[in-house]
């Protein structure tokens, strides 16, 4: 797979964005809900207001509910999370200048995962969001049978998988090692409770 990047998408007239290269700024769908305009609202200087938008979406982007609870906030995650496959192979447009922080990165970072491990983290952070939203007595957003199926699946590369044995800190172990684990929860286990939470493939 080609080796994708950011770009500046400028206003100059004349420029053009280029091929298989998408848009991510707030006129997408990607674009960072946080804002730099909203903390300097608050009282902070530009360069830290910028690094600190970028290091809410981090987070924020893998289901963190702790700096924006609202219904908005967990519907604009999900439009990024639905439309992350057709990030992958594509260079990504933003305001943002070369070498400065830019959420950009993050979404780099994400279509770059292999098919299967983007379905396994984006399964893992629609049951991290569902768990969040229960905890504070809304209503799950996804269908959790669905969300398992994924979370509780085979994993046959030769390659190595972060679980969650079900105390909500993940380990690390090869897939062989997790499929013999999992084989060995549904022989001998009322229900498989460990949950796939990253693969490395």
Not at 106 to 112: C, K, N, S, T
Not at 143 to 162: E, K, Q, S, Y
């Amino acid at each position: 797979m080609r080796t994708c990047t950011r770009i500046q998408r400028r206003r100059d007239r004349g420029w053009r964005k280029p091929e298989r290269c998408m848009i991510v700024d707030r006129t997408s769908d990607f674009g960072n809900p946080f804002t730099v305009a909203q903390l300097m609202d608050i009282g902070y200087k530009e360069p830290e207001a910028r690094a600190t938008v970028i290091a809410e979406f981090r987070p924020w982007l893998r289901g963190s509910r702790a700096n924006w609870t609202a219904d908005e906030s967990d519907r604009r995650r999900e439009k990024i999370l639905t439309r992350l496959p057709e990030l992958r192979g594509m260079d990504l447009a933003c305001p943002c200048e070369p070498g400065e922080p830019c959420h950009g990165d993050v979404l780099l970072e994400w279509a770059a995962l292999s098919p299967l491990a983007l379905e396994v983290r984006t399964a893992a952070t629609r049951a991290r969001v569902d768990r969040q939203r229960v905890h504070h007595g809304l209503e799950p957003m996804y269908d959790a049978d669905a969300l398992a199926a994924v979370l509780t699946r085979d994993v046959d590369l030769d390659c190595l998988v972060d679980f969650d044995p079900g105390d909500g800190v993940p380990q690390r172990c090869d897939s062989r090692t997790w499929n013999h684990y999992l084989k060995k929860q549904r022989l001998h286990e009322d229900a498989v409770t460990v949950r796939l939470v990253e693969v490395f493939a």
